[in-house]
Nanobody, 118 residues
């Protein structure tokens, strides 16, 4: 299982950004995919996830009205649309894969930097 996160960049507060997580063959149709982030000086935290079937999504409370996770099985890609970005959204964002029978995410991408400026 290989994952490649991309789409990060420098944006202003209030802007939108879409991150992509490209998986190796059939990864996104077989595994739950989660997005996590690590802000400077802070622990890594959960942001959003989508099940292998796409039938269920989860979000951390602080983003659930602004972020949207989606997937395209044909492209083996999961997206994280981030709207109304806030300064505290500055972090390295990682995508990860979890097999449905597992309780933890075992496979991680390399991360993409998102910087939100005022």
């Amino acid at each position: 299982v290989q994952l490649q996160a991309s789409g990060g960049g420098l944006v202003q507060a209030g802007d939108s950004l879409r991150l992509s997580c490209a998986g190796s063959e059939r990864t996104v149709s077989t595994y739950a995919i989660g997005w996590f982030r690590r802000a400077p000086g802070k622990e890594r935290e959960f942001v959003a996830s989508i099940t292998w079937s796409g039938g269920s999504e989860r979000y951390r409370d602080s983003v659930k009205d602004r972020f949207a996770i989606s997937k395209d099985n044909a492209k083996n890609t999961v997206y994280l649309r981030m709207n109304s970005l806030k300064l505290e959204g500055t972090a390295v964002y990682y995508c990860a894969a979890r097999y449905y029978a597992d309780t933890t995410y075992k496979y991680w991408g390399q991360g993409t930097q998102v910087t939100v400026s005022s």
